[in-house]
């Protein structure tokens, strides 16, 4: 029952900070509901690998490999959001030319990634493309006015400071992401899908696979 | 009130649901979960044991045909389907017409057959009365449509594409196909069927060593990276026909603002051409198949589609391979132009 009344409240929190209510964002930015957003936090950080937990089953992956990379997929997403955070509030810090409470950013940062709570219908096909999307653009939306809240700052402003921690962060994935491949590939083995979203190399890989069993004259029975 | 908006809750999660598992068939057949992987090691040019053509004489070029979505199995065609299919034949005698190819699925398993929910749609295809009939083949509408969609998605679509290529191979080669004389393979698509022939379309480029052209008749197609390994698409479109517009919304990459995608190249390299079939309906009364609406110049519209598709069929079959469709006056491009 406790349980139940956990996920209730989850749900409400994330439901709230998707619709940009104040009774969620300034308690957040006062250091208050820091729990219930670093737990929605890695709530979405689940939903969002969701997807590889199918790339595993259908590499066969199964057992203490899968949990482990299931595991890294979830500590990747976290380190990420904490690289996040900890970029914003420096920027943030710099602007205000004061220094900001980096708890208060981190929890600003979870609770951002309320609507990603929704990830899971990005499976579904063709319109789980746009979804992510829509899901991804949405959460840089709650992103930017959580430093809104946060800060006092312009929303333009705001918007500058998220995007330019948002760059970062893409850089710094960028930049390890060779790493993380051979961590990848030490954990579950060689993937025939190596990933959810879209992989130009698998329809290559495909059209090798049909052209060795290219029709030839000499084998016509 | 409050009813109706609980079933229309139920129906939309219904759907979610539905839409969550659809690609689940795919995956799990790639990865081998139903008893039998993908087929690479089959000996090449070989039908599959059992079922190989008896000797007939060599076809001029293979037609193969994937229905609509409303299709539960090759075995239970409605009766406009098997007049439409025997007129092909009759209009096409010196090409055969593969029809045996379930295409909504990555195996080409029909819905009745060794499935989970076959029992159920068994039934659909046994039972009597317009509502019962009318409710579940919508069921089947909305399965098929889930499979349709799954051909279009860049995540799933190639491992599916694949494995529908793999299914129109093996029933090129039960059809005779002969490798050391090969002929045009035409794949002709209706409804949804036709964005399948164009997923699957660079698969069957690499088994069979040539590009294979594509004859939509009311064709709902995406920008499929598959349009860059046919030799021509010709869609047949019907005046009333309002699907594969209403399915273009839904697919930015057919929108004129998405220049760089597969569709508006085709278009601009000329492989893509729309012909105007007159005022016919996508299906029903009034549809490509009805045997009795009549067009103006006292044809049914039977008639017209088979007249047109034979016509499309026997210019791509002349054509030197990788040359152009020539223009015709009544013929209408992409771009409105007549």
Same mark, same amino acid.
């Given at each position: ?13 994330? *439901? ?114 746009? *979804? ?90 | ?117 076959? *029992? ?54 039960? $059809? ?86 597969? *569709? ?17 309906? $996508? ?56």
């Amino acid at each position: 029952m406790e349980f139940l009344d956990g996920v209730a409240t989850l749900w409400t929190v994330a *439901w709230r900070a998707m619709l940009l209510d104040p009774s969620v964002w300034h308690p957040a930015a006062a250091g208050q509901l820091q729990a219930i957003a670093y737990t929605i936090a890695i709530v979405a950080a689940l939903f969002q690998i969701v997807g590889q937990s199918f790339i595993l089953a259908i590499n066969r992956v199964s057992g203490l490999r899968a949990l482990t990379s299931l595991a890294l997929g979830i500590a990747i997403n976290i380190s990420a959001l904490v690289f996040l955070a900890l970029a914003m509030w420096v920027a943030m810090s710099a602007v205000l030319e004061r220094p900001l409470d980096l708890l208060s950013t981190l929890a600003i940062v979870a609770l951002a990634q309320s609507p990603h709570v929704l990830g899971v219908f990005s499976l579904i096909p063709h319109f789980g493309l746009y *979804w992510q999307r829509l899901l991804e653009a949405w959460a840089m939306v709650c992103l930017v006015h959580g430093v809104v809240v946060e800060s006092g700052l312009h929303v333009l402003v705001a918007a500058m400071v998220a995007l330019a921690g948002w760059g970062l962060t893409r850089a710094m994935e960028f930049a390890v992401r060779p790493a993380l491949r051979r961590l990848a590939h030490r954990a579950i083995g060689e993937a025939v899908l190596r990933s959810m979203r879209f992989d130009p190399a698998l329809a290559g890989k495909l059209k090798r696979r049909a052209a060795a069993v290219r029709i030839r004259p000499e084998a016509t029975p | 009130m409050t009813l109706v908006w609980q079933a229309m809750t139920f129906g939309l999660l219904l759907l979610a649901l539905a839409a969550l598992l659809a690609p689940y068939e795919s995956l799990a057949w790639w990865a081998g979960w139903f008893g039998h992987t993908p087929d690479a090691t089959r000996p090449a040019g070989s039908a599959p044991p059992g079922q190989e053509r008896p000797d007939r004489a060599e076809p001029q070029c293979h037609v193969v045909l994937l229905l609509g979505i409303n299709t539960v199995s090759v075995n239970t065609r409605s009766d406009a389907e098997r007049e439409f299919i025997s007129a092909l034949r009759e209009a096409l005698p010196d090409c055969e017409v593969v029809d045996d190819v379930f295409p909504y699925s990555p195996f080409g398993a029909p819905l009745t057959g060794d499935r989970l929910l076959a *029992w159920l749609w068994r039934a659909v295809s046994q039972l009597g009365g317009r509502f019962a009939v009318g409710l579940l083949r919508n069921a089947v509408n909305i399965r098929n449509l889930m499979q349709f969609l799954v051909s279009t998605d860049s995540r799933y679509g190639p491992i599916y594409n694949f494995g529908v290529a793999q299914v129109m191979i093996d029933a090129l080669m039960r $059809h005779g196909y002969s490798p050391g004389a090969p002929r045009p393979v035409i794949l002709l698509g209706y409804s949804g069927g036709a964005q399948i022939c164009v997923g699957a379309a660079p698969y069957m480029e690499a088994a069979i060593g040539r590009r294979p052209s594509v004859i939509a008749l009311g064709g709902v197609i995406s920008a499929d990276p598959g349009l860059d390994s046919l030799e021509t698409l010709v869609r047949l479109q019907g005046g009333r026909d309002r699907v594969p517009g209403f399915g273009a919304l839904f697919f930015p990459g057919l929108w004129p603002v998405a220049f760089y995608s597969y *569709w508006n190249r085709a278009l601009r390299a000329g492989r893509i051409r729309t012909v105007v079939t007159g005022r016919m309906a $996508h299906t029903g009364k009034g549809g490509y198949l009805d045997r009795e609406a009549r067009d103006v110049s006292g044809r049914s519209h039977l008639q017209t589609t088979v007249a047109l598709i034979e016509e499309e069929v026997r210019r791509i079959a002349d054509m030197p391979v990788n040359g152009r469709v020539r223009e015709r006056p009544h013929l209408r491009n992409e771009n409105g132009r007549h």
